[in-house]
């Protein structure tokens, strides 16, 4: 069945269906990911070890696309359960739905970022991040962080998650 709509309330999901809805709590959660090309699904399978990429973890996901917004991945640590569903507001729902960036820890950029002057997106252009630079964030509102670059004097603001829901940011390790 396809999910008619992915709520939070408090520390847990709720999933509704059109007879029923399914409860999923945050802690129960291993990752909450956009599915914007098949192989991303498959990625991950992989990154998780789902059979059949792996024998650590066996999931059957409940739900169907609808194709109306962004299709998305929710693997649980629930034996057998997760789900997969389209969110019409993406970027809105992972901003609302994710813990905060660590503000002054070191991050690597993902995916090209547009950096900007001030906070609004009507802000002056002062440069572009490319995949693999280091940076430090310095403050966060709602998707917009405001970045300090390694090896420069260069700051600024910058979404760290695009139009598409994907995330331009992976914390440093270590």
């Given at each position: 069945q396809t999910p008619r709509r992915v709520l939070r309330r408090g520390d847990t999901f709720v999933i509704q269906y059109p007879c029923h809805e399914r409860r999923i709590v945050a802690d129960e959660v291993?990752?909450?990911?956009?599915?914007?090309?098949?192989?991303?699904f498959f990625e991950l399978l992989m990154r998780?070890?789902?059979?059949?990429f792996g024998l650590s973890r066996l999931s059957v996901f409940s739900g169907l696309p609808s194709f109306r917004g962004t299709p998305c991945a929710l693997l649980t640590t629930r034996?057998?359960?997760?789900?997969?569903f389209c969110l019409e507001d993406p970027i809105q729902f992972l901003v609302d739905n994710q813990k905060p960036l660590d503000v002054g820890a070191t991050y690597r950029t993902v995916g090209k970022a547009l950096v900007r002057e001030g906070?609004?997106?009507?802000?002056?252009?002062?440069?572009m991040a490319r995949v693999g630079v280091r940076l430090r964030v310095e403050r966060q509102v709602g998707r917009r962080v405001f970045v300090h670059f390694d090896g420069g004097k260069t700051s600024g603001w910058m979404s760290y998650i695009n139009q598409l829901g994907y995330f331009l940011l992976a914390k440093e390790r270590g």
């Open positions: 291993l990752e909450l990911t956009m599915l914007g090309h098949t192989h991303h998780w070890g789902v059979f059949p034996f057998l359960w997760s789900y997969i906070e609004s997106l009507e802000s002056k252009r002062i440069g």
